[in-house]
């Protein structure tokens, strides 16, 4: 059979929970989104959008103001874009002005470095913002490992090549995101010939954190791949156990697939 195409999205979901994996991508089940996906979803968007800006009013004395205003703007439009899918969130007015503010704070504290870097670099703040800019939301797709990847940001940093993602979580500890870090340097070193010279997560809430890109992620990464390509051969429900724990239903929210999963054996 051929092998379904993994990501890491999906060797996740697998290792919360087969059942999960299977309501997911194999019965391909409509779920409705919650709060933290639509909202990290919008901050993504004014990420990749931030970088469109046209800057070259800007200089080294006047620029963290300017984009401050730009960052704002952005998420305000954002946020008004994705009404009809946030009002289906069934949220408060309360709730809903909490994870407005706290999805602005993010961005602020994200440009706050993305300023304090702009400040080490060397030039106009034109060329400084041009040599800065990441390359966004690049798809790469493997034939030989059967499993593609989304990269929010590639980016060259003092000669040093990044591979980044955006994280709206609160947990900080870049250990959890190994396996999706090691895929994406796996992806990259099979379609550019070479690795990247670091991995790492920009925690929004916090400050970004890196990993060095060795044989050893690297294989963790391959090993996983193949496990879950192994696991996930069958179509039948029986093959994915349920694994119960705290995410099947918790303060703010529950399992999309919560409802079906408490009807089936
Ligand atoms: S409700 Fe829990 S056990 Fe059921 S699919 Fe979701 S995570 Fe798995």
Redesign the pocket.
């Known amino acids: 059979m051929a092998k379904r195409i993994q990501s890491p999205s999906s060797m996740n979901t697998y290792k919360?929970?087969p059942?999960?994996y299977y309501?997911a991508y194999i019965k391909e089940l409509a779920s409705l989104p919650n709060i933290h996906q639509v909202r990290g979803s919008i901050a993504h968007t004014v990420l990749e959008k931030f970088f469109d800006q046209d800057v070259s009013g800007l200089t080294m004395e006047n620029f963290e103001g300017s984009l401050t205003v730009v960052i704002q703007n952005l998420l305000l439009k954002e946020w008004q874009d994705n009404e009809e899918q946030l009002a289906k969130l069934g949220l408060s007015d309360k709730q809903r002005k909490f994870y407005f503010e706290e999805t602005m704070l993010m961005l602020l504290n994200w440009l706050s470095d993305f300023c304090n870097l702009a400040r080490t670099q060397k030039g106009s703040f034109s060329e400084i913002f041009k040599k800065i800019t990441p390359i966004r939301e690049q798809l790469f797709l493997s034939e030989k490992l059967q499993a593609r990847g989304y990269v929010d940001a590639i980016e060259e940093i003092n000669n040093e090549l990044r591979i980044m993602d955006y994280k709206t979580s609160s947990s900080f500890d870049i250990d959890h995101h190994r396996l999706q870090l090691g895929v994406y340097c796996l992806l990259y070193q099979e379609k550019h010939g070479k690795l990247p010279d670091k991995a790492g997560i920009y925690f929004l809430k916090d400050k970004p954190k890196f990993m060095d890109v060795d044989k050893e992620l690297l294989e963790f990464a391959k090993k996983e791949i193949e496990l879950i390509h192994e696991k996930t051969e069958s179509d039948k429900i029986e093959d994915y156990p349920?694994?119960?724990?705290n995410?099947?239903k918790y303060s703010t929210g529950?399992?999309e697939?919560?409802d079906i999963?408490q009807k089936e054996e």
Request: charged fraction near 30%; glycine fraction near 0%; include cysteine.
């Open positions: 919360m929970c059942r999960k309501y349920k694994k119960k724990s995410l099947c529950q399992c697939f919560y999963c």
